[in-house]
């Protein structure tokens, strides 16, 4: 059975700094991997999807990298600003037509 | 135009009641699903529908129906509601039946008292 953990479950960070968030999911056979922010009362707006054939995907500030041997994922934000504040989730597609979400890192970026 | 839209976005109600979350897709998409959001923020997949037939069901309790009337639309009916149907259920549509990107709608916050 998948499981995918985030760590940390929050992390503050001064305005201007390059953060990394983690993903580590327990079973590497996986279709695609993807990135969501959630902001408080929305829905998640999907950030980035790497497929399992691809190491890293790039979206202006953000570049997500997956590593399939090792089980993990990185969500590299650069230059974080305080409008990222948010909550970042990874969800792992085994293939079996559904999504495996970790808990989320709950980003607070300080002016 | 709103992508992935529900309604209604927020509901209160007794224990006991019957009710129903509407969602519509604007994107073309021929598989949508529900997922629910525990007070945990822990998010889970309920059902998902692929061109109308269910492919996903899981263990969810018999009081929970979802129809799906066409592909753009996918309707959640929850009988006898108990005090730990409360949560946020979200409406996603994606392409395809493994999923590719998903769209979310915003939610909707179900409190049951």
């Known amino acids: 059975k998948q499981e995918v953990t985030q760590i940390p479950a929050a992390l503050s960070v001064p305005e201007g700094e390059n953060l990394v968030l983690n993903c580590s999911f327990t079973?590497?056979?996986?279709?695609?991997l993807q990135w969501f922010r959630q902001d408080p009362g929305k829905g998640l707006t999907s950030l980035l999807l790497?497929?399992?054939?691809?190491r890293e995907q790039t979206s202006g500030r953000l570049n997500a990298s997956l590593d399939k041997s090792s089980g993990r994922s990185t969500l590299y934000i650069a230059a974080s600003q305080p409008g990222d504040s948010a909550t970042y989730l990874c969800a792992v597609n085994g293939g079996s037509e559904k999504l495996v979400f970790g808990k989320g890192t709950k980003l607070t970026v300080n002016p | 135009d709103t992508a992935v839209s529900q309604t209604p976005k927020y509901l209160v109600t007794q224990m006991g009641n019957d009710k129903s979350i509407k969602c519509e897709q604007n994107l073309g998409h021929d598989t949508m699903y529900w997922y629910k959001q525990d007070s945990k923020k822990f998010l889970k997949i309920m059902f998902s529908?692929?061109?109308?037939?269910?492919?996903i069901n899981e263990t969810v309790p018999n009081r929970f129906s979802p129809k799906s009337p066409d592909k753009a639309h996918l309707n959640l009916h929850i009988n006898s509601l108990e005090l730990g149907d409360s949560a946020v259920y979200f409406c996603?549509?994606?392409?395809?039946?493994?999923?590719?990107?998903?769209?979310f709608g915003e939610g909707s916050r179900l409190t049951v008292l």
């Open positions: 996603a549509s994606s392409q395809g039946r493994s999923p590719g990107e998903l769209f």
């Open positions: 529908y692929n061109n109308k037939e269910l492919i």
């Open positions: 790497i497929q399992s054939s691809q």
């Open positions: 079973d590497s056979a996986i279709y695609n």
